[in-house]
């Protein structure tokens, strides 16, 4: 099972966009038969393997085994990655151009899509991805803010300076910085 799939097709989202299919593919996160997903979901059997067909066909399920039951053959699935992410390129952009000012929300927005798609396309196979995520809260006075953005960013442009050599192994640093949502406490 893959950590995530990114899912850059129409047909993969409109698969995966129906809650029924959303409920069949949270029971297949363990190999199950469709019969056992359908008693977990208090379904009938056929109409399980008809969301999970259409799961398997679209890439987002793969059928891991089959058993012998009562002399019927019985498959059993699984879902193909534990996360499923949706491209921002599936909708495409609507409305003007963002803004392009760094401490614009357009700006923030750009970056995390493409962070989002970065991280999918990383080969997975390798043994080693070096990676960081660092999370964290700050406060900031208001009459401090300007100040503060000043020193993030001549701080960033010191590393970008430092280790911005042409040899060596790339790597991306994306540092978003937003107002949290107080509700979220």
Known sequence: MRDVIYLE???QAEALLKPQRIEVLRQLAQPRSCTE???VLDQTPQRVY?????LVEAGLATQVDARRVRGVTEGVYQAAARSYWLSPGLVGRLGPDRVRDELSLGHLLDLAERVQSDIAA????R??????GVSGEIRVRPEARAEFFAEL???????FSRYGAPEGDAFRLVVACYPKDESDE
């Not at 008809?50 to 259409?54: D, P």
């Not at 960013?153 to 590393?159: E, M, N, P």
Request: proline residues 7%; without cysteine.
């Open 122 to 125: 990383l080969d997975r196979t």
């Open 9 to 11: 097709r129409i047909e």
């Open 153 to 159: 960013r001549s701080t960033l442009q010191d590393l």
């Open 37 to 39: 997903v359908a008693t």
């Open 50 to 54: 008809y969301h999970v067909k259409r």
């Open 127 to 132: 043994p080693e991805l070096p990676s960081l």
